[in-house]
């Protein structure tokens, strides 16, 4: 699976959008770009994917550039409850599909 | 749907003990997944399921341990003897080619094991 590189940390005011950035150079033309978050001590929860097209969904919103190089995951308009790590993964769909989560990027909302 | 269930949530035993985790998928889901989480090698896939049978076990650490899913419903990830390095969360997951979001990975709550 491609590897891909988030920053390491970000903040973000209540009440404005977060645009998390993910660089996958790398990626296939099979492989997709999924994103999970995990908000302390619980297990990872999904939010959202897509291939090549813009996504958006009740959660967030999916931006992926014409060269699928890179992407950004978008909260439009950020609580105190989205405070996570978020993770970028790209792989193949399909169950046979590995999720390998990097590091991850920690988002903090704050008031 | 309860989603994915985990028992126990926290476990703390002492080491050469033995130690079992349990998981409940999401009732129809197809795929089993079990992932190990510690803060110095992140989440990690441990061993995935399809249909009852193992498919992947490659990221199992070593034969300390061992899963097994004698049914739809039910899996187990057993540790013996543990040790000290074992301690981590333990996170389940399931998934089903059939759902709506196929291939979405459902996370239960985790346990957290904690070997003295």
């Known amino acids: 699976d491609a590897k891909t590189t988030q920053p390491t940390s970000m903040d973000c005011a209540e009440g404005r959008a977060a645009n998390l950035p993910c660089n996958h150079s790398t990626i296939s033309g099979n492989e997709y770009v999924y994103w999970y978050r995990q908000i302390h001590s619980q297990g990872p929860q999904y939010i959202i994917h897509?291939?090549?097209n813009n996504e958006t969904n009740e959660m967030a919103s999916l931006i992926i550039t014409e060269d699928r190089k890179s992407s950004t995951l978008i909260l439009p308009h950020a609580t105190l409850r989205d405070t996570a790590v978020y993770y970028c993964?790209?792989?193949?769909?399909?169950?046979?599909?590995?999720?390998?989560f990097g590091q991850g990027t920690t988002l903090q909302v704050k008031p | 749907d309860a989603g994915v269930i985990q028992s126990p949530r926290h476990e703390v035993t002492e080491m050469g003990q033995e130690v079992t985790l349990r998981c409940k998928p999401i009732s129809g889901h197809d795929y089993l997944f079990w992932y190990r989480q510690t803060m110095m090698r992140g989440l990690e896939l441990l061993i995935y399921f399809n249909n009852n049978v193992p498919i992947d076990d490659s990221g199992m650490p070593e034969d300390r341990f061992s899963a097994k899913m004698p049914n739809a419903s039910f899996s187990t990830l057993k540790i013996q003897p543990s040790e000290p390095r074992d301690s981590a969360v333990y996170f389940c997951a399931s998934s089903s080619d059939a759902a709506d979001r196929t291939d979405t990975q459902y996370f239960g709550p985790g346990t957290r094991l904690t070997v003295l």
């Open positions: 897509g291939l090549k």
């Open positions: 993964i790209v792989r193949i769909r399909g169950n046979t599909g590995k999720l390998i």
